[in-house]
């Protein structure tokens, strides 16, 4: 198995595909270190510029109230005057932290999006590669069970993966670290949470993969899987469905994985330290996954190559 998992490595970096995701990470956190400018004095935020514009320019009273047009205060909807404390995202205690772990949330909610589905884009074949004639009765005369074959391949899309996440999220927490002087662990979290999902989302390319030996098609199976995923997560669909339709809505939700509702309602959060929402929500997911590699090495092991 370990000869395979250097194997499908190498054939990885020679399709300059570990190359290609590493350059997009360092880029993405490159560019994010010249978008954000911060000026911190004494540990408190005086300036802050997002792609040259400014969007703080000088210290803030957080506890003096707003005034409108006319130079009246803006109340809240108890009476009381609007202050900018009020306007700050519930991101921290400070001007500071609601600045960078802000700015670490829509990191981290973006990274989720775009490098899970740049990672399915540029691994999504190699498990259908596997059952191509010639490749796999090669493997198959080697002295390996059919499961260590697969699981050679997956362990080795797992590492390129895991390695990838955390040097995205690992390259932009150092370079916020840094730049802010607030130095937040918990937006490391995030990372076995986004390694979690691809994994799942990687469970149905592995499955229609094997099944079809198509890399297109297990592709296009699995962002079928996603779009009706996060139709499903609409919170009003079940009411908008007649009744003979609703139960087999209801769990079509429950059976697919929650890829929406981890990317908005825990990843953000665990980037920031806030309060994570259902965590039921990725146990479910993960469930998902687990049956898919569950079926795809029953069915690898039983294939007729």
Not at 79 to 94: E, I, S
Not at 185 to 210: C, E, S
Request: charged letters at 10%; one cysteine or more.
């Amino acid at each position: 198995m370990l000869g395979l998992f250097l194997l499908t490595l190498r054939e990885l970096r020679a399709r300059k595909v570990v190359i290609g995701l590493f350059v997009v990470a360092t880029v993405i956190w490159v560019a994010f270190t010249f978008a954000l400018q911060l000026d911190v004095v004494d540990g408190t935020l005086a300036g802050a510029r997002l792609f040259g514009q400014e969007t703080l320019d000088g210290p803030v009273d957080l506890d003096a109230p707003l005034l409108d047009a006319d130079g009246e205060p803006i109340l809240n909807s108890d009476g009381t005057p609007r202050t900018a404390r009020d306007d700050l995202p519930p991101f921290g205690n400070t001007l500071l932290e609601s600045v960078v772990f802000g700015a670490q949330a829509f990191v981290a909610g973006a990274a989720y999006w775009v490098g899970i589905l740049l990672a399915l884009f540029a691994t999504g074949g190699l498990v259908a590669a596997l059952t191509e004639r010639g490749q796999v009765d090669v493997l198959l005369t080697k002295p390996l069970s059919r499961a260590s074959v697969l699981a050679g391949r997956l362990l080795a899309v797992m590492a390129v993966m895991l390695a990838l996440t955390t040097y995205l999220f690992g390259g932009v927490w150092l370079v916020m670290s840094i730049k802010s002087g607030l130095w937040a662990p918990q937006f490391l979290l995030a990372i076995p949470v986004v390694f979690g999902m691809f994994a799942v989302v990687y469970g149905v390319v592995t499955l229609v993969g094997v099944w079809s030996g198509s890399g297109p098609l297990s592709f296009i199976a699995t962002l079928g899987v996603l779009f009706v995923s996060l139709i499903l997560a609409i919170p009003t669909l079940p009411e908008q469905v007649s009744a003979l339709w609703r139960p087999l809505v209801v769990g079509a939700y429950q059976v697919l994985p929650k890829f929406g509702g981890v990317g908005t309602s825990i990843v953000p959060q665990l980037a920031t330290g806030g309060d994570v929402g259902a965590l039921s929500l990725l146990w479910s997911s993960l469930a998902f996954g687990a049956v898919c590699y569950g079926l795809a090495f029953v069915l690898f092991s039983r294939k007729d190559f």
